[in-house]
């Protein structure tokens, strides 16, 4: 056990200074790359291979964490019958959020967006992975272990997946229907766990359209004080 008066191992840094040019050109050529990434809601049923989904949920699990206890867990869903199930739960919940529990305001927030209570692309697409977090670990002992920081670290590995998916070609959409409980049951996974997000994995469909809306510039999102 590390205590405060433990120096841990360490290691030496892997890491490579790149010239200025080579950073910016790499910076500008990431920014481009993301800035084509949309969210997909029409997706083709075309298969994806297990390996790359495997490298994407790594670099997820590559995202800095609270006392690095890294307390996620991918749930990563090929199979027809589970996604048939996680699709009649998900359009249970949402009917009930579109039929009473959302407000105006938030319906017409989302009007833009062209969504509503049918989620076929929970079927169609080849991949679903339900990120959880895990509110404590379990050790060896069955030690309950206190984990800190579980939204803010998982929010972090959300988005090394959305970015590595997109990366290596793929298409997503981060769904989230709420309540997600049903997930657990679905998935087998322990109350300890908290369905966080339901990630749709694919390539977009033939002639796949999304909402004509945009992003907000630079002087929109960030304060600068130099």
């Known amino acids: 056990?590390?205590?405060?008066?433990?120096?841990?191992?360490?290691?030496?840094?892997?890491?490579?200074t790149?010239?200025?040019?080579?950073m910016e050109a790499r910076a500008a050529s990431f920014r481009?790359?993301?800035?084509?990434?949309?969210?997909?809601?029409?997706?083709?049923?075309?298969p994806v291979p297990r390996a790359l989904i495997e490298d994407c949920v790594m670099t997820a699990a590559s995202?800095?964490?609270?006392?690095?206890?890294?307390?996620?867990?991918?749930?990563?869903?090929?199979?027809?019958?589970?996604?048939?199930q996680i699709?009649?739960?998900?359009?249970?919940?949402?009917?009930?959020?579109?039929?009473?529990?959302?407000?105006?305001?938030?319906?017409?927030?989302?009007?833009p967006l062209g969504t509503d209570a049918d989620k076929p692309f929970l079927e169609t697409a080849p991949w679903l992975i339900v990120v959880f977090g895990q509110r404590h670990g379990v050790g060896a002992d069955g030690r309950r272990i206190k984990h800190y920081y579980v939204p803010?670290?998982?929010?972090?590995?959300?988005?090394?997946l959305i970015a590595g998916l997109h990366n290596a070609g793929l298409a997503s959409l981060t769904h989230t229907p709420s309540p997600m409980g049903f997930l657990n049951a679905i998935c087998s996974r322990p109350e300890s766990?908290?369905?966080?997000?339901?990630?749709?994995?694919?390539?977009?469909?033939?002639?796949a359209t999304v909402p004509a809306i945009g992003r907000k510039?630079?002087?929109?999102?960030s304060v600068w004080r130099e």
Do not use: H
């Not at 056990?1 to 360490?10: C, F, G």
């Not at 790149?18 to 080579?22: G, R, S, T």
């Not at 890294?70 to 589970?82: K, N, R």
């Not at 510039?217 to 999102?221: F, T």
């Open 18 to 22: 790149l010239p200025p040019a080579d």
């Open 193 to 207: 766990e908290k369905p966080m997000i339901l990630m749709v994995v694919g390539y977009p469909a033939d002639g």
């Open 152 to 160: 803010e670290s998982v929010g972090i590995a959300t988005g090394l």
């Open 63 to 84: 995202a800095p964490s609270g006392a690095n206890q890294q307390p996620w867990t991918f749930v990563c869903i090929s199979d027809p019958a589970i996604k048939r």
């Open 87 to 111: 699709r009649i739960a998900a359009e249970e919940e949402e009917r009930r959020f579109y039929g009473d529990r959302a407000s105006a305001e938030w319906l017409e927030a989302l009007a």
């Open 217 to 221: 510039r630079l002087d929109e999102v």
């Open 1 to 16: 056990m590390v205590t405060a008066m433990t120096k841990p191992k360490e290691i030496p840094l892997d890491f490579s």
């Open 32 to 46: 481009a790359l993301m800035g084509r990434r949309r969210t997909v809601r029409q997706f083709s049923d075309r």
